[in-house]
């Protein structure tokens, strides 16, 4: 059962536009992240929140950034697109027990295309 | 910063035989060890973990070990099914590191009929 959605499913867009994409979660989780899968396959942490704060920021090109407007929402806006973008970005959330490892739980995906 | 290698990109085995997925990682401070299942065209869901604390755990058909001393963790799953066919994914965190989890590479499964 989906409990982390995001929106849009699909995105193509031409170098140089900006995107947003968003992330909702209904969870009740703390922390919600943002990572990058690439064609590849390989997975790579983006950034991640707890409670509306930013708690980690990758080595991340600073046309991206994450913005949180409480707990249950994470959106990434990417400004000004490069091919290199075109990937999967995948949303999740976890509880937070003071730092302590936990279960990331995924959306679905946004899948960036970018001519 | 960790890094943590999966050593087989690929895995073939028969309906009903045992599949073994294996991962190293480099930073001795790891101590949480999830692995990660995804589908083809779905997205990643949790299948199992394991804490430093302990060196095995099991949940069904599924075992983790764990060799704090080689820095090494596996995957164990026995009486393989068609619907095991998937990319599984293992991954590391460190304390303190707000689950920030370093992942291997995937391994894709095929369990043939």
Not at chain 1, 55 to 80: C, G, M, W, Y
Not at chain 2, 70 to 99: M, V, W
Request: glycine share 6%; charged share 20%; with cysteine.
């Amino acid at each position: 059962e989906t409990a982390v959605f995001q929106t849009p499913n699909y995105h193509v867009t031409q170098v140089g536009n900006e995107v947003s994409f968003n992330c909702k979660q209904t969870l009740g989780h703390d922390t919600m992240y943002w990572y990058k899968q690439d064609s590849k396959k390989l997975l790579k942490i983006m950034f991640s929140y707890n409670n509306k704060q930013l708690i980690v920021n990758e080595t991340v090109p600073r046309r991206f950034s994450p913005q949180s407007s409480d707990k249950a929402h994470l959106n990434l806006r990417i400004k000004s697109v490069e091919p290199e973008d075109s990937a999967v970005y995948l949303c999740a959330s976890s509880f937070d027990w003071g730092g302590f490892a936990e279960t990331l739980y995924f959306g679905s995906g946004t899948r960036l295309t970018v001519l | 910063g960790e890094k943590v290698e999966q050593h087989e990109s690929t895995l073939s085995v028969r309906e009903g035989d045992s599949a073994v997925i294996n991962c190293t990682y480099t930073d001795t401070a790891s101590s949480y060890f999830p692995w990660y299942k995804q589908e083809a065209g779905k997205s990643l869901h949790f299948v199992i973990d394991i804490r430093s604390n302990v060196d095995r755990k099991q949940s069904q058909r599924l075992t983790v070990l764990l060799d704090k001393k080689a820095k090494r963790f596996s995957l164990h799953i026995t009486a393989t099914q068609p619907e095991d066919s998937a990319i599984y994914f293992c991954a590391a965190s460190t304390p303190g590191s707000f689950n920030k989890l370093t992942f291997g590479a995937g391994t894709r499964l095929a369990v043939c009929p």
